[in-house]
């Protein structure tokens, strides 16, 4: 009947997490839960605020992560106010979330 993974304390993450993985009897993912443990209130900077401003707030969120929640406020904007880019600022994203990931393992 399957098996449960759980990864707990989940590193790299500022704050206490844990990861619950669920597998069924093939050891493939049958769902996937991640928990914050304790509450870091950075949220409360953003209510009120205009959604253009996400990007500009939530990068400094986090010290090791901060082009991928740029990047994310970048993209929940947009979804927003349904904006497409064009495909060269796509290319161009995916060239930064590479050298943000490159930047990130080598330290």
């Known amino acids: 009947m399957g098996k449960t993974l759980i990864l707990q304390p989940v590193t790299r993450i500022k704050t206490r997490s844990k990861l619950e993985i669920n597998l069924d009897d093939n050891g493939d993912v049958l769902d996937a839960r991640m928990s914050m443990l304790n509450l870091r209130g ?43 880019i064009p495909q060269t600022a796509e290319k161009l994203r995916r060239l930064m979330q590479h050298l943000a990931f490159i930047q990130n393992k080598i330290f």
Do not use: T, W, Y
């Not at 996400?54 to 969120?61: A, E, L």
């Open 42 to 84: 950075f949220e409360q900077f953003c209510v009120g605020r205009p959604a253009e401003e996400m990007p500009r707030i939530v990068n400094r969120v986090c010290g090791v992560c901060s082009f991928d929640h740029h990047l994310a406020a970048n993209k929940a904007v947009e979804a927003a106010f349904e904006i497409n």
